[in-house]
């Protein structure tokens, strides 16, 4: 009995058949790892390629303009949601801003929008724009968009996994001149 024991035993120590099994049962989770990983990093990638994108398009489209107002920049939200489907944009947040630049170089808010309706930089205020842009005499768009973005990987996860956990929040701005005229004024703007 013991003699046929230790000979089963000795079988199940030189059988090599399910060694692939064990193998795969090992990397299995790995390479989902991997693969769902390389999916998330996709996605976000392209939600930032497409926030930049409408956030560049926004100030190009209001730099093209004689006068602009709320109503107009309203619209631009639109144009922000289009440019960044089919990834939903519930929690977009836009803020357009005219900046003047004097004879001295100091740039200063002519007027600003947010997309509630609001101001952000009050009239006169101080902005900090890239030294390459502050040419004396001349005006800018600056257009500033951000969009929080969900991780997949983690929709389905335990509510007890933060939200900061999963989500993203993506911040693109733009500088523009104006393409007509010496300045874009906002005929209703603060």
């Not at 619209?75 to 944009?89: K, L, Q």
Request: charged share 20%; hydrophobic share 40%; with cysteine.
């Amino acid at each position: 009995m013991i003699g046929r024991i230790a000979e089963r035993l000795q079988r199940l120590g030189r059988d090599r058949s399910g060694a692939s099994a064990i193998e795969f049962a090992f990397l299995a989770p790995i390479l989902i790892a991997i693969y769902i990983s390389s999916f998330e990093i996709t996605t976000g990638y392209s939600v930032s390629q497409k926030t930049l994108k409408a956030a560049g398009s926004i100030a190009d489209i209001v730099t093209r303009q004689d006068t602009v107002n709320k109503a107009f920049l309203t619209e631009m939200i639109d144009a922000a949601e289009a440019t960044i489907a089919p990834s939903p944009a519930p929690s977009l947040k836009l803020k357009i801003t005219g900046v003047t630049i004097d004879s001295a170089g100091n740039a200063k808010v002519l007027w600003s929008w947010n997309e509630s309706g609001g101001v952000p930089y009050s009239k006169g205020s101080a902005v900090a724009v890239p030294s390459d842009m502050k040419k004396p005499g001349s005006f800018l768009v600056h257009s500033e968009l951000s969009i929080q973005h969900t991780m997949l990987l983690f929709f389905g996860a335990p509510a007890r996994l933060e939200s900061s956990t999963r989500n993203i929040t993506i911040n693109r701005e733009f500088f523009y001149r104006q393409r007509l005229g010496s300045d874009v004024p906002c005929s209703d703007c603060g």
